[in-house]
Every structure is written in structure tokens, then in C-alpha cells.
């Protein structure tokens, strides 16, 4: 059996460009149909018209999910359009940096509103389309940062940490209903959102170089490497996975102490 979603709908929040760009992709070559919900017109858009070249099989919906009710409507509407809903990716997010002291109320604020208010948004108002299809998938997009924490990024952190606790909470309240949630956690990985955070910095290589060897395996990841987990944990062959928080890293998570103390410190001693 290989994994397909034929006959399957999926909503993807911030499918518009990344990660959830390539979950769309693959998830639309698997058999779905999908709603992209997105408050980027442009790229979802454009994606939705690449994609439908080959079949209808995407829709594009601008939505801020920070707003309850465009979610609200453009999950009814999913699944009035293709007659049910089974799969749930939230993948909208936003980074922004600061402590908790350079961090302003508005920032905060932005923060656990795209992140934490909109994947509440989002699986409040697909659950009970799930329910009605008998069961069905939902996978959060966390981060290394929803068990780690990365410094200077405060509200980052505690947003993503936040989606972990939501996962479970979903994973427990309805595993009697037939519905699983999971938490994937992505290292560093090659987005619009990943290129934003180091050209804030006068030397970007810099950072995409430390971004890579914050990883054992030395590289950054590709959104095609964590669609896949995502696409894994959507489907019926993680049947009896649920609650569970992938790293899907490149080990990062693996290291005590980071790299440089293995490499530097007392984590490589006995290595001459
Ligand atoms: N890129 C990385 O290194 C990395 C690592 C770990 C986790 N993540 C997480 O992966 C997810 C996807 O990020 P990405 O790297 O693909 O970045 P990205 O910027 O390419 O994608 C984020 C998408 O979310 C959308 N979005 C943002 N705010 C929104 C809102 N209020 N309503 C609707 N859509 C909104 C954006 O328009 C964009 O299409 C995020 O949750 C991010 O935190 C990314």
C-alpha cells in the first residue's frame, strides 16, 4: 500500500509559500484536493493556478487566521465545496525577535496571535468537519523551538512551545472521535521565512552558514524533506501515531550543549 490521499480534502493554513507551499504540492500529487488559506493573494494564488494546470485539485482563500471568522468561513467552505474535510496542516507563522524586554507589547501580541490563536482558529473549525467524516488528521507545524529554546526570539519561542501543548490537548480530547494530531518539528529550513530572518543581518551567508552547522548533519533542510513527515503523519500509515512531536531536525535537537561544544568543548574529549 502507498501512502495516497485519493478521495482525501485537506486544508493547508500558510500554504502559500514554504513549507506548507510543498505540503499543498505533494499532498495534491498524493490524490487530495486542497484549500490553501493563506493572507499571502499572490504566491497562494499563483500556486493554486500552477498546480490546477495538472487537474483541479487546489483552491486559495485568503484568510488571516489571527481572524476567527475568515477561518470559520473558509473551512465551511472547503468542505461544502468537496462535500468533507479529513486533514488539517497549520502551517502559518510568522518570526519575529526580541527578550521579553526589547519585545513589545504589539509584537507579542502579533505573535501568539498568528501562531497560537490561529492553529486554535484552525482546528476549532475543521474538527467538526473531521467528525463528520468519521476521523482525520491534524499536524501543527512547531519547531526545534517548541522544545529548545533559540535566544533573542521570546515570543517565537513561547508560541511554538504552545503548539505542543495544543497538539496533545487535541491528540487526547479526540482520539475517541478518530482523529489524530501531531506536532512536526522543523530545524532550520530553505523559506522565504528562513531568508527574511538572515537578511537581517549585514552578513546573511553568515548566518545560513551557522544556521547549517547548527545541524550534525550540516546542512539546512528543504520544505519537500519536512512535507514529507507532514504528509506521513496526515496519512493512514501513522494510523496509531497521535500526540507525538516529530523532530524532522537533521539531528540538531540531538546534540548536548550544540555543536560547537562537541566540537570545542568537553563533548569531544577522548577525540584527539
Ligand atoms: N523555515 C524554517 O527554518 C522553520 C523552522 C521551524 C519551523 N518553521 C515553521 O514553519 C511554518 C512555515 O514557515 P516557512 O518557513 O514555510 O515560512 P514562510 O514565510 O515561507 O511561510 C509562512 C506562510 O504563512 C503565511 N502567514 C503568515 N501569517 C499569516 C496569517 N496571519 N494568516 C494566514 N497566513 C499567514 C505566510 O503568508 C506564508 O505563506 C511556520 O510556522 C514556521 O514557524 C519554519
Same mark, same amino acid.
Given at each position: 500500500?502507498?501512502?495516497t490521499? /485519493?478521495d /482525501? ?6 500554504g ?6 510543498a505540503?499543498?504540492?505533494?499532498l495534491?500529487k498524493?490524490?487530495?484536493r486542497?484549500?490553501i488559506l ?6 497562494g494564488?499563483?500556486l ?13 482563500y ?9 477561518v @470559520?468561513?473558509?473551512?465551511d467552505?472547503t468542505?461544502?465545496?468537496?462535500g ?8 502559518a ?9 526589547s ?5 507579542? @501580541? ?7 490563536d490561529g492553529?486554535f @482558529?484552525a482546528?476549532r473549525?475543521a474538527?467538526p468537519?473531521l467528525? /463528520?467524516?468519521g476521523?482525520g ?19 517565537y519561542?513561547?508560541a /511554538?512551545h504552545?503548539?505542543?501543548?495544543l497538539?496533545?490537548s ?26 527574511w530572518?538572515?537578511?537581517?543581518s ?5 548566518v545560513?552558514e ?6 550534525p ?9 519536512i512535507a514529507?513527515a ?30 560547537s561544544f ?5 563533548g569531544?574529549?577522548g577525540k584527539?
Amino acid at each position: 500500500m502507498n501512502i495516497t490521499f /485519493k478521495d /482525501k480534502v485537506a486544508i493547508v493554513t500558510g500554504g502559500a509559500t514554504g513549507i506548507g507551499a510543498a505540503v499543498v504540492e505533494l499532498l495534491c500529487k498524493l490524490g487530495a484536493r486542497v484549500a490553501i488559506l493563506d493572507r499571502d493573494q499572490e504566491h497562494g494564488q499563483r500556486l493554486a493556478e500552477r498546480l490546477n494546470e495538472q487537474g483541479e485539485c487546489v483552491s486559495f482563500y485568503p484568510c488571516d487566521v489571527a481572524d476567527a471568522e475568515s477561518v @470559520h468561513t473558509a473551512a465551511d467552505t472547503t468542505a461544502q465545496r468537496y462535500g468533507a474535510l479529513h486533514v488539517l496542516v497549520h502551517s502559518a507563522g510568522i518570526q519575529r525577535y526580541g527578550d521579553v524586554v526589547s519585545t513589545t507589547l504589539d509584537v507579542w @501580541h502579533e505573535v501568539q496571535r498568528v501562531h497560537v490563536d490561529g492553529c486554535f @482558529h484552525a482546528v476549532r473549525y475543521a474538527v467538526p468537519h473531521l467528525m /463528520k467524516a468519521g476521523g482525520g488528521s491534524v499536524v501543527i507545524v512547531g519547531s526545534v523551538q517548541s522544545m529548545a529554546a533559540v535566544g533573542d526570539s521570546a515570543a517565537y519561542v513561547t508560541a /511554538k512551545h504552545a503548539l505542543l501543548g495544543l497538539t496533545r490537548s487535541i491528540a487526547l480530547d479526540y482520539a475517541r472521535h478518530g482523529i489524530r494530531a501531531n506536532c512536526v518539528m522543523p530545524g532550520a529550513v530553505d523559506t522565504p521565512m528562513l531568508r527574511w530572518a538572515a537578511s537581517l543581518s549585514p552578513d546573511p551567508e553568515a548566518v545560513l552558514e551557522g544556521c547549517r552547522h547548527a545541524h550534525p548533519m550540516g546542512r539546512i533542510g528543504r520544505p519537500e524533506e519536512i512535507a514529507r513527515a507532514i504528509a506521513f503523519l496526515a496519512s493512514d500509515w501513522a494510523s496509531f501515531v497521535t500526540g507525538a512531536a516529530l523532530a524532522v531536525d537533521g539531528g540538531m535537537l540531538v546534540p548536548a550543549g550544540g555543536m560547537s561544544f562537541q566540537e570545542t568543548g568537553t563533548g569531544s574529549v577522548g577525540k584527539q
